[in-house]
């Protein structure tokens, strides 16, 4: 059995690597750009620290930035209007997960035509060209969009959250400079920094795990553990720490896949609206105590990475409650709730089944029964 790899072809990382921008897009020839963006970055004057750069250089740009915190499908089909009716032959995506799941999903349609149904690109589409390309500019330190091949959409009709997975997605080049997300405020900094710890420790357990990606998992916990703390607090060592720990989670997690908690996540910000980082960081050590009986000696790596003392010491037992309560303690520290207070009782019938529907359940090291996701859901209210 072989496992494939995939990752940019051009990284830049650390303070000041948004100078980069402009030497990539004149060294690749492209001369309009599609500037997809959300509506708070242009506001609050995030985008212009990139669009200045273009302006500088008399690079020829259009902005769009009807976006959603979750990308609809109304969104994508708005953007690939845009794209076409203004010719661009490349997209620089500035934001967090929004703008770069948007622009993936525009990216492909542009160049893969019998996919303009967006709700066709669900799964494994089986497009054949790759997306228009894209040069992905992080400014939150979580999701890892510019690195990996998947994206999500809300399809806000059926209330459901799809995810796409496609090599063919994958931005050319990312730049990760933690002076792009210096603005964050402190609630989405924790929200995306624990999505990244989840993606740390769903892919460290994932059934897809193999030793490259183990390799990258363990080095973004620890991390990201370290490091997130003082993101919260805008201090600049605990952003350069981020930025780079939820880059190196997305290097593994988009080759060998996520888990239950993933799942169930996209069921509640489809549900309820509710942020995808607070979804996930609720329900971190729910899904962790469900699968620790199926990741061997995992839970004392993570423990480890995380800072517990004396792991070598610990019993089966303790280190894996030692790692749960590690991320618990974490989450408390920087803010994120333990409940879900939207949750409605008639609803969690529906939240189970989409869950157990969705991309990501497969790849959980324990198989979930729909009582199994039912009873998880239940902890959370």
């Not at 072809?9 to 030497?23: C, K, L, Q």
């Not at 460290?204 to 991390?223: N, Q, R, V």
Request: aromatic content about 6%.
């Amino acid at each position: 059995m072989s496992n494939r790899f995939m990752l940019n072809e051009t990284s830049y990382h650390g303070h000041g690597a948004i100078e980069n921008i402009v030497p990539e897009i004149k060294a690749r020839g492209f001369k309009k750009i599609l500037v997809c963006t959300d509506p708070d970055l242009l506001k609050f004057g995030v985008t212009q620290k990139v669009t200045s750069l273009l302006d500088k250089a008399q690079i020829e740009y259009q902005i769009y930035s009807q976006i959603k915190a979750n990308p609809t499908i109304e969104n994508v089909k708005d953007g690939v209007v845009a794209c076409k009716n203004y010719g661009a032959d490349a997209i620089v995506a500035i934001g967090g997960g929004s703008a770069m799941d948007t622009s993936k999903a525009i990216a492909i349609i542009i160049t893969n035509e019998e996919f303009s149904d967006v709700r066709s690109l669900e799964g494994v589409a089986p497009t054949t060209k790759p997306c228009l390309p894209i040069i992905a500019v992080a400014t939150t330190a979580g999701t890892a969009a510019e690195v990996t091949i998947n994206y999500v959409i809300t399809d806000v009709e059926k209330k459901r959250k799809f995810v796409c997975v496609d090599p063919h997605d994958m931005p050319v080049v990312a730049i990760v400079d933690p002076d792009m997300m210096a603005s964050m405020p402190k609630g989405l900094t924790a929200s995306t920094g624990m999505d990244a710890l989840t993606h740390a420790i769903e892919g460290y357990i994932t059934k897809g795990a193999w030793a490259m990606s183990d390799m990258f998992h363990i080095k973004a916990i620890e991390l990201i553990s370290s490091s997130l703390r003082g993101a919260v607090n805008n201090d600049p060592d605990g952003r350069e720490g981020m930025a780079l720990g939820q880059y190196i989670a997305g290097m593994g997690f988009s080759n060998v896949g996520l888990g239950i908690d993933h799942s169930m996540a996209h069921t509640l910000s489809a549900y309820y609206d509710v942020p995808h980082g607070v979804a996930c960081a609720m329900l971190l050590p729910i899904a962790m105590e469900y699968n620790k009986e199926y990741t061997g000696t995992k839970y004392k790596d993570i423990a480890r990475a995380m800072g517990v003392k004396n792991v070598d010491a610990m019993s089966e037992e303790e280190y894996r409650n030692a790692a749960i309560n590690a991320v618990k303690q974490l989450s408390v520290d920087v803010g994120i709730p333990t409940k879900c207070e939207k949750i409605k009782e008639s609803d969690l019938e529906s939240l189970t089944r989409d869950a157990l529907k969705d991309a990501c359940c497969p790849g959980n090291p324990r198989s979930a029964t729909f009582e199994d996701v039912l009873a998880m859901f239940k902890q959370l209210m």
